[in-house]
C-alpha cells in the first residue's frame, strides 16, 4: 500500500481483476451478460437464448430481426410478457386491458422497434 | 369566446417549459373539460413527443401536421393554413379517452390537439428570418411572423378554450410572434441564482424592451423541479427577490421527480395511462396548476388582435 492507502498493482493485474469481476457478474446475471453479447455486435450463438427475455426489448429489437424477436418473446407466459412491457415503459397497463398474447407480441415487437429507432439504436 | 393564449416561455432552457405546457393542457383537459390546442415552437420537439409518442410524431411529419411545415411554407411564400396542421386527439389521459365528465362539471370531456415541431423548426424560421430581412427594420421577421400567426389563430375561431404555446429557451422570430400575440405568459423557473437572473433577463431585455409587450397581470412565473432538500436560506432569499422585483408567482410548485420525467413519455399513439400514473406524485401539483392556470386565464383581458 502507497501512501494514499491506494495499492499498487501491475496493469496486467489491474486488467485481470477488471475483466474478473466483469466476468463473475456476468456468470450469475443473465440479462447483463447478454447486454455483453448483443453488445459485441455480432452473430453469437449461445444458449439459454430465453435469457434474453431479461433484456430491454428495444436492445433486442435492436440486434434481432422480428422472426428472432417474436421467438424469444413467444416462449414467455403472457403474465410475464405483461410485465416486461409495462416494466419497460413500452406500455400502461390501460394498454393491455382485453389483450392476447398475440395481441400483447405484437405490441412489443411494434414499440421496441419503435423506440430502438428513436434512440437511435435502429435505423426506420 | 376565442380561445385564451398562453405562452410558456423563459430565456433559459431547461426549466420544465415543455413538461409544464403538458401538464397544463391535460389538467385544463382533464379537469375543466377544456379543448386545448398546444402549439410546439421548440425545435427539440420534447412536447410533440411527449403527447404524441415518437411514431405519433413521425406520422404528423409524414402527414405534414407540423410547426416546421407551416413556416416552410411561409418562407418559400406558399400559403399555408395554421388549421391543417393540427393533430386532433392526441392526449394520452385514459379517462380523457374513456370521455368521462370533466371534475370542473363541464358537460363535455376535455380534448387536446397539437400542433407538433420537429427538429428542422430552426432552419426553416431561418429561411423565413432571410425572407423577410430588412437591414433598417430588425423587427420585419417578427412582425410578418406574428401578421401570419394571428391570421392562422383566427381562423381558428372558437374551435379552441385554450392555445398554448410552448416556446424554445430565449426569443426566435416564432416565440417573439407567440409572445407578441399571447393573452398570457407562464415562465417556469428553478430557484438558483442564475435562473432569477435570466428570468429579469428575459422580462428587462426581450419582453420590455424589445417586445413591448409585458404587462404584470398578464405574466406569472412557476417554480419547477424543486428539490426539498439544501440551501433553504439561500431559496427564501431568492422568492423573495423574485417577489420584489415585481414578478407574481403561483401557488402551484412542481417537485423534482424522476418518475414524473421518465414516465411522462408516451410509448405510442395508442398507449394510454391515468392521471394518476401518468404524474405519480406530482398529480395533486399538476391538478392544481391547471386550476390556477384556468383562473389566471380567466382574468387575463382579450387581446385585440
Known amino acids: 500500500m502507497n501512501d494514499d492507502n491506494h495499492e499498487r498493482v501491475a496493469p496486467e493485474v489491474a486488467l485481470d481483476r477488471f475483466l474478473t469481476a466483469i466476468k463473475n457478474q456476468a456468470d450469475i446475471d443473465p440479462a447483463f451478460r447478454n447486454n455483453l453479447l448483443l453488445a459485441l455486435g455480432v452473430t453469437v450463438v449461445f444458449d439459454g437464448e430465453n435469457d434474453l427475455a431479461n433484456v430491454a426489448p428495444h436492445i433486442v429489437a435492436a440486434h434481432k430481426d422480428e422472426l428472432s424477436f417474436r421467438a424469444i418473446y413467444g416462449r414467455l407466459p403472457v403474465a410475464k410478457l405483461r410485465s416486461v412491457l409495462t416494466k419497460s415503459g413500452l406500455a400502461t397497463k390501460s394498454d393491455l386491458t382485453g389483450k392476447s398474447q398475440d395481441d400483447i407480441l405484437d405490441m412489443l415487437w411494434g414499440r421496441a422497434v419503435s423506440r430502438a429507432e428513436e434512440r437511435g439504436l435502429r435505423v426506420g | 369566446m376565442p380561445a385564451k393564449k398562453l405562452c410558456i416561455a423563459s430565456m433559459k432552457g431547461g426549466v420544465g417549459k415543455s413538461t409544464t405546457a403538458m401538464m397544463i393542457a391535460d389538467s385544463l383537459a382533464y379537469f375543466h373539460g377544456a379543448q386545448v390546442l398546444l402549439i410546439d415552437l421548440d425545435p427539440q420537439a420534447n412536447c410533440s413527443q411527449m403527447l404524441l409518442s415518437y411514431s405519433g410524431l413521425k406520422q404528423a411529419s409524414s402527414a405534414k401536421n407540423t410547426i416546421t411545415y407551416w413556416v416552410d411554407c411561409l418562407a418559400r411564400g406558399v400559403q399555408a393554413d395554421l388549421f391543417g396542421c393540427v393533430s386532433v386527439g392526441v392526449c394520452g389521459l385514459q379517462e380523457v379517452r374513456m370521455g368521462s365528465r370533466?371534475?370542473?362539471?363541464?358537460?363535455?370531456?376535455?380534448?387536446?390537439?397539437?400542433?407538433?415541431?420537429?427538429?428542422?423548426?430552426?432552419?426553416?424560421?431561418?429561411?423565413?428570418?432571410?425572407?423577410?430581412?430588412?437591414?433598417?427594420?430588425?423587427?420585419?421577421?417578427?412582425?410578418?411572423?406574428?401578421?401570419?400567426?394571428?391570421?392562422?389563430?383566427?381562423?381558428?375561431?372558437?374551435?379552441?378554450?385554450?392555445?398554448?404555446?410552448?416556446?424554445?429557451?430565449?426569443?426566435?422570430?416564432?416565440?417573439?410572434?407567440?409572445?407578441?400575440?399571447?393573452?398570457?405568459?407562464?415562465?417556469?423557473?428553478?430557484?438558483?441564482?442564475?435562473?432569477?437572473?435570466?428570468?429579469?433577463?428575459?422580462?428587462?431585455?426581450?419582453?420590455?424592451?424589445?417586445?413591448?409587450?409585458?404587462?404584470?397581470?398578464?405574466?406569472?412565473?412557476?417554480?419547477?423541479?424543486?428539490?426539498?432538500?439544501?440551501?433553504?436560506?439561500?431559496?427564501?432569499?431568492?422568492?423573495?427577490?423574485?417577489?420584489?422585483?415585481?414578478?407574481?408567482?403561483?401557488?402551484?410548485?412542481?417537485?423534482?421527480?424522476?418518475?414524473?420525467?421518465?414516465?411522462?413519455?408516451?410509448?405510442?399513439?395508442?398507449?394510454?395511462?391515468?392521471?394518476?400514473?401518468?404524474?405519480?406524485?406530482?398529480?395533486?401539483?399538476?391538478?392544481?396548476?391547471?386550476?390556477?392556470?384556468?383562473?389566471?386565464?380567466?382574468?387575463?383581458?382579450?387581446?385585440?388582435?
Open chain 2, 102 to 305: 370533466a371534475k370542473s362539471g363541464s358537460p363535455l370531456p376535455g380534448q387536446i390537439a397539437a400542433i407538433p415541431s420537429t427538429p428542422t423548426l430552426r432552419f426553416a424560421e431561418m429561411a423565413f428570418d432571410h425572407k423577410h430581412f430588412d437591414p433598417g427594420d430588425r423587427a420585419r421577421p417578427r412582425k410578418q411572423m406574428t401578421e401570419f400567426l394571428q391570421t392562422g389563430l383566427r381562423k381558428l375561431g372558437n374551435a379552441y378554450d385554450y392555445v398554448i404555446f410552448d416556446c424554445p429557451p430565449g426569443f426566435t422570430t416564432l416565440a417573439q410572434a407567440a409572445l407578441s400575440a399571447a393573452d398570457g405568459i407562464i415562465t417556469p423557473l428553478f430557484d438558483d441564482p442564475v435562473s432569477v437572473w435570466s428570468l429579469k433577463a428575459f422580462r428587462d431585455f426581450g419582453l420590455v424592451e424589445e417586445l413591448e409587450v409585458w404587462d404584470k397581470d398578464r405574466h406569472r412565473v412557476i417554480y419547477t423541479r424543486v428539490q426539498e432538500k439544501g440551501g433553504a436560506s439561500e431559496k427564501i432569499t431568492l422568492r423573495q427577490d423574485v417577489n420584489l422585483s415585481g414578478f407574481t408567482v403561483l401557488k402551484s410548485s412542481i417537485k423534482d421527480t424522476v418518475e414524473a420525467l421518465r414516465w411522462s413519455q408516451r410509448s405510442a399513439p395508442d398507449s394510454f395511462k391515468t392521471f394518476k400514473d401518468k404524474y405519480g406524485p406530482t398529480a395533486s401539483a399538476v391538478e392544481q396548476l391547471g386550476a390556477e392556470v384556468a383562473a389566471f386565464a380567466k382574468k387575463l383581458p382579450e387581446k385585440n388582435i
